[in-house]
């Protein structure tokens, strides 16, 4: 492995921020607190202790689903290894990085933070193998598509019914982790009717959040962390797992490594967006941060079934449709004796909208009779852990052959 690089702000733009800062400039692109839109607006208004989007954040942390991210998959499956990033530090090291971008942009770093914690709550359990898995299922059914990004707006903004901001919403739903772009422009609009246009769109058009881009640029910030975040780290995982090793990267201005890469798109990133309205790398920058996601496809995404002892890459869509069609089956010949009556529909009607519910949105119907029967199942299996997916799987098929268990820590 050769001499790591670490870039450095230029000393024009060092002196240029301490000035700016010294004299107390606001960047005018910045989201204003002020601007900010809800559904609901009579309520959660901004004060001292709690400004605008720290309620966000706060409304975001301490709902259930956020403890759930612990128990994700960020990309190896079934691993009994502390030290494999799990989603909720990936969420977290979004926040840290985007953050750190934002506030040297003087950006609205508390809308970022919101995005950032929130944009992966509707992931599904075993990473982008679930996340494929259910959409396939839930497709086969209805003809909608499942998108973790759209599905983590709704468990926020419809099942939990938190009173979110339209900018954290549009945030979450525009992170698309999966495109890379060299010059990342809001797009500005202020009116719920288009975030739910754009995402209906979404589950009708398998390929529309592709085009969805930010509102903010605080949303663009975060959009582009979210790749950040997992390159290096996802690297730092599979070394440790044995699956590559740092002379496999082809990259050659970023840096090979997890610090490298953080730090020098940082730099680079800040270098050539402060004062403009838009966010961008320089040209050879940009080539090396795809070619750097390039790498990681090729050699971590693409291959890793191959490189582990467990079954789920392989057989999540069967295992996600056999439970799909349980659940379905047993809540319409069993009703509340069922599984997803006792377990979830009951579970959001008592414990998750009750409250909010009356609070927020008192014309609002009970769960189930606003929601198809799909749609629940749906929300029901993209809301488990990868523990719980396993328990519930075991327990209704007591009998399965897929030998679904963890790789121990002295396998």
């Not at 009579?42 to 689903?65: G, Q, S, T």
């Not at 903004?157 to 992170?175: A, E, P």
């Not at 995402?199 to 959009?223: F, H, Q, W």
């Not at 402060?274 to 291959?303: H, L, R, T, W």
Request: glycine share 6%.
């Amino acid at each position: 492995m050769g001499h790591a690089v670490y870039f450095s702000l230029s000393d024009e733009l060092v002196k240029r921020i301490e000035a700016d800062r010294r004299e107390h400039k606001v960047n005018p692109f910045a989201f204003k607190d002020e601007d900010i839109v809800r559904r609901n607006m009579d309520h959660d208004k901004a004060n001292l202790w709690r400004p605008a989007f720290v309620r966000d954040v706060e409304k975001i942390m301490h709902v259930p689903y956020y403890n759930r991210y612990s128990d994700k998959t960020q990309v190896f499956s079934l691993y009994r290894n502390d030290d494999i990033t799990r989603r909720m530090q990936h969420v977290q090291l979004v926040s840290r990085i985007a953050r750190n971008i934002g506030s040297l942009l003087g950006l609205n770093t508390d809308l970022i933070e919101a995005i950032s914690l929130g944009h992966d709550i509707g992931h599904t359990p075993f990473g982008h193998a679930g996340e494929s898995a259910l959409s396939k299922a839930y497709n086969k059914r209805t003809g909608r598509f499942f998108k973790h990004n759209i599905h983590s707006a709704r468990v926020l903004d419809k099942i939990c019914l938190l009173n979110l901001s339209l900018q954290t919403l549009d945030g979450i739903i525009c992170h698309n982790g999966e495109k890379e772009l060299d010059l990342y422009r809001p797009q500005p609009y202020s009116d719920f009717a288009e975030l739910d246009r754009k995402i209906n769109e979404c589950y009708t058009d398998k390929d529309a959040d592709k085009s969805l881009i930010p509102a903010t640029l605080e949303g663009c910030v975060m959009r582009v962390s979210d790749i950040i975040a997992y390159l290096g780290k996802d690297r730092q995982d599979a070394k440790k797992l044995g699956i590559v090793n740092d002379d496999s990267y082809k990259t050659k201005v970023i840096g090979k490594s997890n610090a490298e890469i953080i730090n020098n798109l940082i730099v680079n990133i800040v270098e050539n967006s402060y004062g403009k309205d838009y966010i961008c790398m320089s040209d050879d920058v940009f080539e090396d941060f795809a070619q750097a996601k390039k790498d990681n496809y090729d050699m971590i995404y693409m291959p890793k079934t191959g490189s582990r002892g467990v079954a789920i890459d392989y057989v999540a869509d069967e295992l996600f449709e056999n439970l799909y069609a349980f659940l379905k089956d047993d809540y319409e010949s069993k009703g509340e004796d069922s599984y997803l009556k006792k377990y979830h529909i009951d579970y959001i009607n008592n414990e998750i909208m009750l409250y909010r519910k009356d609070k927020y949105f008192p014309t609002q119907g009970e769960y189930d009779e606003v929601n198809s029967v799909d749609d629940m199942v749906m929300d029901y299996i993209a809301g488990m852990t990868d523990d719980y997916f396993i328990e519930i799987y075991n327990k209704v098929f007591p009998d399965n052959t897929y030998n679904l268990h963890y790789k121990g820590y002295f396998d």
